[in-house]
């Protein structure tokens, strides 16, 4: 269903930029360099630049040039390169947006940093928690922003969720359980099934993780209860789906709290294995003492999404939503906020932080580099519990 919905918001997107011509472009915009010709590219960042005043498609690089000038092409960049240090060497660029595969994220990055570019770079930031660790520490030292693309969190329905779980209407949250899953599968030979790239589901799907801890904002892992691993036919290392029960302290009165998390890059279909499970989005429930809470399509909210509230003592279910303004972008004509508009993507909403940002400017919503350490300490954690190597770090020149 992940790759249904992404190939959805490729279209949407598109319709969009077109609904929504672009703007005119401030002679100072940010020039935008994109660092390989991933098919992500167009919804993760191209269209969002189409819409965004303050960024232009500058450069485009690709191992093979001539990929790269069908890219340039097709999207208007001003520029394409055969390599993705060219791009890196060009002055002309001040932003870089990275979407390698997972394993070259660290390398490009780091790279890219010591180029003197700020980096949005894709999830899973990089392929293990020490690679995170230098990436984040290095971005401190030369004073440049280095973002993991985590998206959804930047979108109003993300932090209206928040703001229900916090409110302390429901009570404490005691348990948690997110999903996410491909069905139709993720196909042979994609760069999720490889090892050396840092590929496994609870790489690629790193989302039903990030939904878990940003639910519990602070709480600290405190235990792997279990981890299970289905692997790969072709490759045992690499975690085809991943069952997990993690054990969560809460920061405040350090309640334990129990979280299921489970990624399947390759979920079976049902009625004898005829009827993909299309509705299976990426999804979070969280119980509280008074409430079960569940963010449906938490991944791509732009395209639908309900925040459903059921209340223990009365059964009654309240639902919500949240497509613009909201607790962190605010209402623009109301409070002052940024708003946004209802038409906008995760990645518009990322896009327009990550702007703010690099201008030096306040955000709305924003991901520490801490945060994205912490992630990747508890996926490298998971992977030891399932018996499976802590994904390679392949990026050694970086
Ligand atoms: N935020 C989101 O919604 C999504 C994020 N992602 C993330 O984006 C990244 C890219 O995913 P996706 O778009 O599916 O990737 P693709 O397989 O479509 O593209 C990856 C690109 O990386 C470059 N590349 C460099 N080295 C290699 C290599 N050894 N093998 C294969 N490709 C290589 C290639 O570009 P070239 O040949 O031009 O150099 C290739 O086109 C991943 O990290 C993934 O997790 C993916 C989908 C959605
Ligand atoms: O980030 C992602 O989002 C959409 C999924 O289909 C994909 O596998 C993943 O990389």
Redesign the pocket.
């Known amino acids: 269903m992940a790759l249904v919905l992404?190939a959805y918001?490729f279209a949407q997107q598109y319709v969009n930029s077109c609904l929504h011509p672009t703007p005119t472009k401030s002679p100072m915009a940010l020039r935008l360099g994109v660092?390989?010709?991933?098919?992500?590219?167009a919804?993760?960042v191209i269209h969002p630049v189409e819409t965004h005043p303050d960024v232009i498609l500058y450069s485009i690089?690709?191992?093979?040039v001539q990929?790269?000038q069908q890219a340039a092409k097709k999207y208007n960049f001003r520029k394409a390169v055969g390599s993705?240090q060219e791009l890196l060497d060009d002055p002309d660029v001040d932003i870089v947006y990275i979407?390698?595969?997972?394993?070259?994220?660290y390398e490009w990055s780091a790279k890219a940093l010591r180029a003197g570019k700020h980096v949005l770079c894709?999830?899973?930031f990089t392929s293990n928690a020490e690679e995170a660790r230098k990436l984040v520490g290095l971005a401190k030292e030369k004073n440049l922003i280095c973002e993991e693309?985590f998206?959804w969190q930047f979108h109003p329905a993300a932090h209206l969720f928040r703001q229900i779980l916090e409110s302390g209407q429901y009570g404490r949250i005691l348990r948690t359980d997110a999903i996410m899953t491909a069905s139709p599968g993720v196909p042979d030979g994609?760069?999720?099934w490889?090892f050396e790239?840092a590929g496994g589901s609870m790489?690629?799907m790193t989302y039903a993780l990030s939904f878990t801890r940003y639910a519990l904002r602070d709480a600290k892992l405190k235990d792997i209860q279990t981890a299970t691993a289905r692997p790969y036919k072709q490759d045992k290392r690499v975690d085809e789906a991943m069952h997990s029960l993690l054990l969560f302290e809460d920061s405040r009165d350090s309640h334990l709290i129990q979280s299921r998390v489970y990624t399947d890059m390759s979920r079976k279909w049902i009625i004898n294995k005829i009827v993909p499970r299309m509705w299976e989005l990426p999804s979070i429930e969280v119980e509280t003492d008074k409430a079960i809470i569940y963010f449906y399509n938490a991944?791509?909210p732009h395209l639908y999404h309900y925040i459903a509230i059921s209340d223990k003592m009365t059964g009654k279910t309240e639902y919500k939503k949240q497509y613009d303004g909201g607790p962190c972008w605010g209402e623009a004509w109301t409070t002052g906020g940024k708003g946004g508009k209802s038409y906008w993507s995760t990645?518009r909403y990322q896009l327009e932080a990550f702007t703010h940002k690099v201008r030096g400017k306040d955000v709305p919503y924003w991901i520490p580099g801490e945060e994205s350490i912490a992630q990747m300490e508890v996926i490298d954690a998971i992977y030891q519990a399932a018996g499976l190597p802590v994904r390679p770090s392949i990026s050694t020149k970086a």
């Open positions: 992404q918001t660092i390989s010709s991933a098919q992500i590219n919804a993760a690089a690709s191992r093979d990929v790269a993705y979407s390698t595969p997972n394993g070259l994220h894709e999830k899973p693309a998206h994609d760069i999720r490889q790239l790489m690629d991944m791509m990645y």
